[in-house]
């Protein structure tokens, strides 16, 4: 199962500068309790924007697999040259998480079987906003509002 998880703001933004452009402690430990130990893909600017976050400190997942379109190493991850094949030949009966970046995003859409979309209240000023998407082949199965974020999952419907 492929799953895509992120949050966005009321007009869409995802990320400034490379970084959430948002504090909500809630959502961070929303997105923790879903992704920690998990196997996660994402892109090459993601990995090191949590990098830089964690500093020393690991990653909090599983496997992480990250998309380049460069030849890169890196000693706590499998990079992965064609982002495409490697959805598209995703084992069902496994578990991937797609977190980002918008690129990853949007070539994952089409592949996704669930999307955990956190929406966050307000506006927000942004450099980065999340792919244009329709939900008409997804239904929504679980759902929760607190102050400042709606809580969602979909499912896509069955083809």
Known sequence: MISLIWA???NGVIGK?????WKIKEDLLYYKNRTEKQTVF????TYFSLKKAYGVRPLPYGRVYVASYRPISLEDAVVVADAESFLK???PKDSLWVVGG???????LPYADRLYISYIQG???GDTYFPSFS?????LIWSNRTKQVYYTCYERKKR
């Open 89 to 91: 030949n995703w084992n």
């Open 17 to 21: 500068d490379n970084q959430i452009p």
């Open 42 to 45: 994402m892109g090459e600017n």
């Open 8 to 10: 966005m703001s009321d």
């Open 102 to 108: 918008r690129e990853i995003y949007a070539l994952s």
């Open 123 to 125: 506006s927000y000023e």
């Open 135 to 139: 939900l008409n082949d997804y239904d």
